[in-house]
């Protein structure tokens, strides 16, 4: 069949016969917190909380590393938020609670998600070793938003909500230790953490949000341990030295708004109930879960769809996961 005149193409416009209008997509909504609405969300933390950037270290971080720690305005406003590369196979909690899953932050649809956490970072090399020579850890990711991007981003203190997802590498690298009393240890790394938040506080930052660890005593190799490590009792404790932490500091700054969100006893409720959740398999992971082609050709590897499982490897959740987080603490926080 041939194509349509010019002339067919000209009588058809003039008759009167008219495209239907383009439908415009309803207003991202932006998170609410406390009743406020978040106009930036700034993180900060480890894998979990991770996004890649265009200006990053690949498959570590938004922006830059330990051995390029510095960077300039254009670097930092010109990297891009590259999607569906976290630690969960998919989108990430951050990135399911700003609706921010690629592009340039600034041009985010609700919340803009400006993310410095790095994958591997603990609290603080004073305490524990590096992950790698290159890893940023929190107390100099801290340091690094304050030297070059706090002048350049410029956030209203007033629209932003400060989150803090970390002690999961802590927990893990420490929790074979034999010569601790794990309540003070937890506690003098949480009250390491506290300094970093005790800095953005110091910039006029007063809405924060903090992140309990997942249920790390129950991942697919823990559960075949005769003795689990971490395990329930030292989950525990790190909570406990968290809440003292977050009410003393609550105590200091009565100007300021803090929510801790029990990420460990809502996956729980989640892994009692799995199938509330579309969730399948709560045990193991699918081995080849690093295959680029996993997402739609998991069959062939043996697998179920990645989205049934609750653990995407053998320590991290699956974006299934993030989201079902996501949508919860949506509910909280507002």
């Keep these: 069949m041939l194509p349509p005149s010019p002339w067919f193409l000209v009588l058809f416009v003039a008759t009167g016969v008219q495209a239907a209008p383009s439908r415009s997509k309803p207003p991202t909504p932006p998170i609410v917190f406390q009743g406020e609405e978040i106009q930036n969300l700034l993180a900060f933390g480890d894998s979990y909380t991770y996004v890649q950037g265009t200006q990053g270290h690949w498959n570590y971080s938004f922006i830059s590393d330990a051995f390029n720690y510095s960077f300039t305005p254009e670097e930092l406003l010109s990297s891009k938020i590259v999607k569906n590369t976290t630690s969960s196979g998919g989108p990430n909690w951050v990135e399911y609670l700003t609706k921010c899953y690629e592009g340039l932050p600034a041009d985010c649809p609700g919340t803009k998600l400006w993310d410095f956490a790095f994958a591997g970072a603990d609290i603080s090399a004073e ?43 802590d927990i893990n690298d420490s929790a074979k230790f034999t010569n601790v009393s794990f309540p003070v240890w937890y506690d003098t790394l949480v009250r390491k953490w506290f300094d970093s938040v005790e800095l953005v506080y110091s910039r006029g930052y007063r809405k924060f949000l903090f992140m309990l660890p997942p249920p790390l005593d129950k991942t697919a190799s823990n559960l075949v341990s005769a003795k689990p490590l971490p395990n329930a009792t030292m989950l525990s404790q790190w909570n406990a030295a968290v809440q003292s932490q977050v009410s003393s500091f609550q105590a200091r700054h009565n100007d300021s708004r803090s929510f801790v969100f029990d990420t460990n006893s809502f996956l729980n409720g989640v892994l009692a109930d799995p199938a509330q959740y579309n969730i399948q398999n709560t045990t193991s992971y699918c081995k080849s879960y690093a295959q680029p082609d996993i997402l739609w050709n998991y069959a062939e590897y043996g697998c179920r769809p990645i989205s049934e499982y609750f653990w995407f490897n053998s320590g991290h959740i699956t974006f299934t996961v993030h989201e079902i987080i996501a949508k919860e603490l949506l509910k909280q926080l507002a």
């Design 127 to 169: 305490y524990l070793p590096l992950h790698h020579n290159y890893t940023v850890d929190l107390d100099d990711q801290v340091k690094q938003w304050d030297l070059y991007a706090r002048r350049t981003l410029d956030l209203e203190p007033a629209d932003t909500l400060v989150a803090f997802w970390i002690g999961i590498n």
